[in-house]
């Protein structure tokens, strides 16, 4: 390889590096975001301006260049110039595609342990190929890989996983028994001392964790800290207990806000001052290699790397420049609110719509733990029992009348907890220098500490812990994909030199692309309103407006649905069948989600309007049971076209196509009615109704005739009364909904609606 083939490589580098940096701040904005943004103890605006100064602080702290990338995972001493490149490109090649698959899945992962395998996986497979080329024995294998290290980290990653959990669920347990969910009304005394204990860990894991190697903290200061850590915590828990008290008694503080703010700060901090090599410290030790190499004059096959070993101080401008691409990044990346969005769903207190499909392991964790629960519950005297349930009572069903949008996922000491404990076992692991995950561990306290406050109740503990073991699976996979792909990568690169470098760039960047295409498309669908809205009036007057919109989207998505069906079955379009059944499945779903919303529609309602909810009940039953058709008519006709059946013959196919056509038409005039309200034009629908019904049953009796004299296809016959049965039933069932708005709808009442404003953060 010529020297422009290492110049190329490193320019590639620099992209790969920011982009690297963009699809890793994504999934690593979990870390610090999902306590403050799932308590919603602040506005969302707050919470990113917070985060991103400590971004910013946390990113030119930073002692920039990391073992790791270098010395930790490969002995450079072993390694030739040439060789240290394609370790290099193929870890940024690897990194970006499994990191950006990841937040495309909207699953949290680990950058640290993505880095990590990478680095092993081409360092292997580069290390293989050299001794094979000298007919060494493999088992020299660990002189070039530093397997005590490698070793090292797995480990660390099973223990986080496992002490993350079980300490978020313990401090969270004895949390909620000492403060309750009336925290609020708890005396003064016991949210200053959870505000000592929580601040100074917090204060502790910023120093640890987040400014190790500032400048603030050398000479007297940081002897003391690392001389006399005991006296500095206990002398910090009590200026902060009494700060607290304080400022709870004098000010009306609440605690735990500052707590939550104080703690997203930090692990942002400590985020980008730690977490920063893993998206560019392979780009600079490339640099740094090149450097070094290009003024030396000897061949790239030839050059050792045993300069590598030598600490790089990174310049502060290129910190800077991470900072900020970092922070556009939180602000601006859809994915990371994706990632996000998984992490607090898992761990929210109440149920509702459930992201994770359960499946046998969990079923069987759930099982295990409701009989272990009750195995030990009798262990103990039915009067402490009652006393700790007691302190494990939740607030009053008012909270419920608040928009769903609106609701917190958890409370402020829940997401105080989470904070505090994972600055406590970040701050303890750094200390001891065990290598650990953020991500692992910020996500398994939140799990561990939502266990405990009883968030995985009978109604969604199967569902979560399927959640969790999904997430838990990615990490793994993560780790074995990453070894893999890299190695795979390393070897191609090997061999095919300049040429497999441009594809695979080209790969990556074309399939980043294409996610961030098809992420925006999906943004965009769900800004359009194309999905069904719960009703949140308190009135039936209230409902009827709310859910007009839902009314005028179902009928708009219905009229589409049975076209589709029509015409694919005339032209024989197998695809367009198929992509009408995801369609149907689609409605149907948000239909199910809207019933499965019952429960707090009818827990909203004020005792005065309780006939809402049986008019909102009657409209979801008329719904589903147009639902239920279009998904009989869709099935049955691409199920026809799917087996090679005859095709309906031109008579059946033109009758269909005068129903469709009417059937368009009253769609059409349903569609209008509801999307300008003007619900007195219903009364014309329904008075011409027989027109629909009459024109559906003349063709079945035509059908009648045909069968008896003329048609020779059973399956034919038995899909087109099909079709013209269910399509009497999506009448009926349409007509039924029109005449319910018609008679419970009054121009001259005003729509009750609740009162949210005092409620509302924002």
């Known amino acids: 390889m010529g020297e422009n083939i290492y110049l190329f490589m490193i320019v590639a580098l620099a992209v790969l590096a920011i982009t690297d940096l963009v699809v890793g701040v994504s999934n690593d904005a979990v870390n610090f975001l999902n306590s403050a943004i799932g308590s919603k103890a602040v506005s969302f605006r707050t919470i990113m301006i917070v985060a991103s100064v400590g971004i910013a602080l946390g990113a030119v702290s930073s002692s920039g260049m990391m073992d790791i990338a270098k010395t930790g995972i490969f002995n450079p001493n072993n390694f030739v110039f040439s060789e240290v490149m394609i370790i290099f490109m193929a870890v940024m090649i690897t990194d970006i595609l499994l990191l950006d698959f990841f937040n495309t899945l909207g699953m949290p992962t680990s950058t640290t342990v993505s880095i990590v395998f ?21 088992s020299t294998l660990g002189e070039y890989i530093n397997t005590d290290k490698a070793t090292e980290i797995i480990i660390g990653i099973l223990l986080s996983v496992v002490i993350a959990f079980t300490i978020g669920a313990i401090v969270q347990f004895f949390s909620r028994l000492l403060i309750t969910f009336k925290f609020e009304k708890q005396a003064k005394w016991v949210s200053a001392i959870f505000g000592g204990f929580a601040i100074t860990a917090i204060i502790y894991f910023i120093i640890v964790k987040g400014l190790k190697s500032a400048s603030i903290l050398e000479g007297p200061v940081s002897e003391f800290i690392a001389t006399q850590t005991n006296l500095f915590i206990l002398l ?70 045993s300069g590598l070993t030598n600490a790089v101080k990174m310049p502060i401008l290129l910190l800077l420049l991470s900072g900020v ?64 349930n007691s302190r494990f009572e939740k607030l009053a069903p008012s909270v419920l009348k608040v928009k769903e949008q609106d609701k917190p996922a958890f409370d402020l000491v829940r997401a105080a907890v989470n904070l505090m404990v994972a ?94 295409f098809k992420q925006s498309k999906k943004a965009q669908e769900i800004k359009a309103e194309d999905t069904l809205r719960k009703s949140e009036s308190s009135s039936i007057q209230g409902v009827i407006e709310e859910s007009a919109n839902n009314i005028s989207n179902v009928v708009r998505r219905s009229n589409k649905i049975y076209t589709i069906a029509i015409d694919g079955l005339a032209r024989q379009d197998l695809d367009s069948l198929k992509k009408n059944k995801k369609q149907v499945n689609k409605l149907s779903a948000e239909i199910d989600e809207l019933r499965d919303n019952i429960f707090y529609f009818i827990k909203n309602l004020d005792e005065a309007s309780v006939g809402a909810s049986n008019f909102y009940i009657s409209i979801l039953g008329y719904l589903q049971d147009m639902g239920q058709s279009l998904e009989y008519i869709s099935k049955v006709s691409h199920k026809h076209i799917h087996n090679n059946h005859k095709k309906l013959k031109y008579n059946q196919i033109k009758e269909l196509k005068e129903i469709d056509s009417k059937l368009e038409s009253v769609f059409n005039a349903t569609k209008i009615a509801f999307e300008t309200r003007s619900f007195e034009k219903i009364g014309n629908i329904i008075k011409n109704k027989n027109e629909a019904f009459d024109l559906v049953s003349q063709k079945i009796e035509k ?60």
């Open 325 to 388: 691409i970092m922070v556009l990044t939180i602000w601006f990346s859809s994915k990371a609110k994706n990632v996000v969005k998984t992490s607090v769903d898992l761990s929210r207190q109440d149920e509702g719509e459930e992201r994770f499909e359960p499946n046998f392991l969990s079923r069987q964790i759930v099982r295990f733990a409701v009989k272990a629960s009750e195995s030990s519950s009798s262990l103990l005297p039915n009067s402490l029992q009652e006393r700790i």
């Open 423 to 516: 600055s406590i076992l970040i701050s303890l692991a750094t200390s001891m220098k065990l290598p650990l995950s953020t991500t692992y561990v910020t996500f398994m306290v939140a799990m561990g500490s939502s266990l405990a406050d009883k968030a995985w109740g009978a109604e969604s503990a199967v569902y979560r812990v399927a959640g969790v073991l999904n997430v838990i699976g990615g990490w793994f996979f993560t780790a074995i994909i990453a070894f893999v792909a890299s190695a795979i990568i390393a070897i191609c690169i090997n061999y095919g030199g300049i040429f497999a470098i441009g594809v695979f760039l080209t790969l990556a960047f074309l399939m980043i692309f294409r996610n961030y």
């Open 236 to 305: 910090n828990f009590i200026f902060w207990s009494l700060l607290s008290l304080l400022l709870t008694s004098v000010f009306k503080t609440n605690i735990y806000k500052l707590i939550i703010l104080l703690g997203t700060f930090a692990l942002a901090m400590a985020f980008a001052g730690n977490d920063l090599v893993n998206f560019i410290g392979v780009p600079i030790a490339a640099l740094q290699s090149y450097l070094d190499w290009s003024t030396s004059g000897i061949e790239a096959t030839q050059y050792n790397m």
């Open 703 to 762: 059908q009648v005739e045909r069968t008896r004299t003329e048609e020779s296809s059973p399956k034919n016959t038995t899909l087109y009364f099909s079709l013209l049965q269910e399509t009497k039933d999506l009448l009926t069932a349409l007509m039924n909904l029109l005449e319910l708005y018609y008679n419970e709808h009054d121009s001259s009442v005003e729509p009750a609606k609740v009162d949210l404003s005092h409620q509302n953060n924002k």
């Open 118 to 138: 990478e680095l092993l996986g081409a360092a292997v497979a580069i290390s293989i190929l050299k001794i094979l080329d000298s007919d060494g024995s493999l």
